[in-house]
């Protein structure tokens, strides 16, 4: 019976060191994940023009990068928790193997002890032949060789044991350089987020100092979206009023409807740089933003990407740039600030094709930015919650 609740001990530990270490594992991934941003966004702040001025572009991005070192930090930190519990844990059940290591050790020098007492008053031999008759001779025999196996069982049951604690030791040792590398991660992380607080309070101090400025260049650039947004209205509420759906459009927009959540982004790599709805400028306190779609920023160069498959319904021109209008049945995706495009009208695309590619502006720190909307119908949806996190 301890044998069975031991066995059963050592079951249970392992897994749940398992299950720490897998905890260790995620974490690990998600900062790995934390720092590819932190790469994508660095580039982009590469891209912007080579000087000092502070402009709102260069502000979002050190925005950006403070937030993700913040969360950064966090998983570190979450990660030395982690390694903490699992040190706790190894040195208990490190501490109970050695408990029962002991245990077995006594016990087996007891039965030494026992045997070499049995052996001076009589050999085995002695004992065999000594027996009164054929079935106690035998008995005798199966007794003897009882004794042996359990011997054997005691002897490789400490070894066992002594293999668990040397384990236990070298997960030890394993955690403590883990621990180690995450405590010097963590230090090098919050320097840099210091610096980067210093240098985005001086930005916004520099910005301020131009508000006048440049909450006039904000209110012109909202002027020409409120535009933008006023011609894709327009050309969306055509669409919508022309036809009902046939079959085959009715089981795209259901496909589209049952992938909210998943779809892919309309960048292949980036960060949501404005979000759907009313917001007040990141600078100015008095000025408010109303986005009808979100922003994702980029790099220079890269395409926007169909989120679904479905049919070019438009491409519509707003000035120097483009916007493509995908349907997807009674939904529709908007695809705007595009530069040079890769499809015409009545084409079909599938998901991840490329639209056309985005527009730099060299006006603002060259910065690469899709304006993305959905439609259902001609009512505007918040793309955020249709997208893969």
Not at 126 to 140: G, Y
Request: charged letters at 30%; hydrophobic letters at 35%; proline letters at 2%.
């Amino acid at each position: 019976m301890k044998k069975l609740r031991f066995i059963l001990c050592l079951v249970c530990s392992l897994v749940v060191l398992r299950l720490a270490a897998d905890e260790v594992k995620d974490l690990q991934r998600e900062q790995e994940q934390i720092r590819r941003e932190l790469a994508e966004t660095e580039q982009l702040l590469k891209e912007t023009k080579k000087n000092e001025t502070a402009t709102t572009n260069k502000l979002t991005l050190l925005n950006k990068n403070i937030k993700d070192r913040k969360r950064l930090i966090n998983g570190i930190n979450r990660e030395i928790q982690a390694i903490d519990h699992d040190m706790l844990r190894l040195v208990a059940r490190r501490g109970e193997l050695q408990v029962e290591q002991n245990r077995l050790r006594e016990d087996y020098a007891q039965l030494i002890r026992k045997t070499h007492y049995q052996q001076r008053m009589q050999s085995p031999l002695l004992f065999i032949l000594s027996a009164k008759n054929f079935q106690q001779l035998m008995r005798r025999m199966r007794y003897l060789r009882q004794f042996a196996r359990y011997r054997q069982r005691q002897v490789a049951a400490i070894e066992a044991t002594q293999a668990d604690i040397d384990a236990q030791n070298q997960s030890l040792a394993e955690r403590k350089t883990e621990r180690n590398a995450a405590l010097k991660s963590q230090q090098k992380e919050q320097e840099q987020l210091t610096r980067d607080q210093r240098k985005q309070q001086k930005m916004l101090n520099e910005l301020k100092k131009k508000e006048k400025n440049l909450a006039a260049k904000q209110k012109k650039q909202q002027k020409r979206i409120n535009e933008i947004n006023k011609k894709i209205e327009d050309v969306i509420r055509k669409q919508a009023t022309k036809t009902t759906l046939t079959k085959e459009q009715q089981l795209l927009a259901g496909g589209f409807e049952q992938n909210k959540g998943r779809l892919p982004w309309p960048v292949e790599k980036g960060f949501i740089s404005g979000t759907f709805g009313v917001h007040q400028h990141p600078v100015y306190e008095h000025v408010t933003v109303n986005n009808k779609g979100i922003y994702l920023q980029t790099t220079a160069g890269s395409t926007a990407r169909a989120v679904y498959e479905g049919e070019v319904s438009s491409c519509v021109v707003l000035g120097n740039t483009y916007a493509v209008i995908v349907q997807h049945g009674n939904y529709r995706t908007v695809y705007s600030n595009l530069s040079q495009l890769k499809v015409k009208q009545g084409d079909k695309v599938k998901a991840k094709q490329a639209l056309g590619i985005i527009y730099s502006d060299p006006d603002d720190d060259n910065k690469t930015e899709v304006y993305f909307q959905i439609y259902k119908d001609r009512q505007l949806l918040d793309p955020t919650p249709w997208l893969a996190r």
